[in-house]
């Protein structure tokens, strides 16, 4: 298993930026896709951003399309957030997620690992 440990959160002001690191623990050899989930107070879980096991395929939902980037250096077994242009609406719990295949996909369920959760708030 590939048990994700995320860090990397913190208070930023609006327009700042913040990088997330999701270090993954456990066997080598999974190929699978990897992703950045994200909770509110009140709200659903919603994907933010995914990549594929070799990194040449990523996908961002539209709120995040254009100021985040997600990255990821399989020698380390590390993923990576980096967000910038951070808006208070950005404010949330990020959750880092092991997919159960080498699919790309936003839909929680496919995910089977999930790691405690970084909190980030962005200030206005």
């Known amino acids: 298993q590939l048990q994700p440990v995320e860090s990397g959160g913190g208070l930023v002001q609006a327009g700042g930026s913040l990088r997330l690191s999701c270090a993954a623990s456990?066997?080598?050899?999974?190929?699978?896709?990897m992703g950045w989930f994200r909770q509110a107070p009140r709200k659903e879980r919603e994907f933010v951003a995914g990549?594929?096991?070799?990194?040449?395929?990523?996908y961002y939902s539209d709120s995040v399309k254009g100021r985040f980037t997600i990255s990821r250096d399989n020698a380390k077994n590390t993923v990576y957030l980096q967000m910038d242009s951070l808006k208070p609406e950005d404010t949330a719990v990020y959750y880092c997620?092991?997919?159960?295949?080498?699919?790309?996909?936003?839909?929680?369920?496919?995910?089977?690992?999930w790691g405690q959760g970084t909190q980030v708030t962005v200030s206005s």
């Open positions: 997620a092991t997919g159960s295949s080498a699919v790309l996909t936003t839909t929680p369920v496919r995910y089977n690992y």
């Open positions: 456990g066997r080598t050899s999974s190929r699978n896709a």
């Open positions: 990549i594929t096991w070799s990194g040449g395929s990523t």
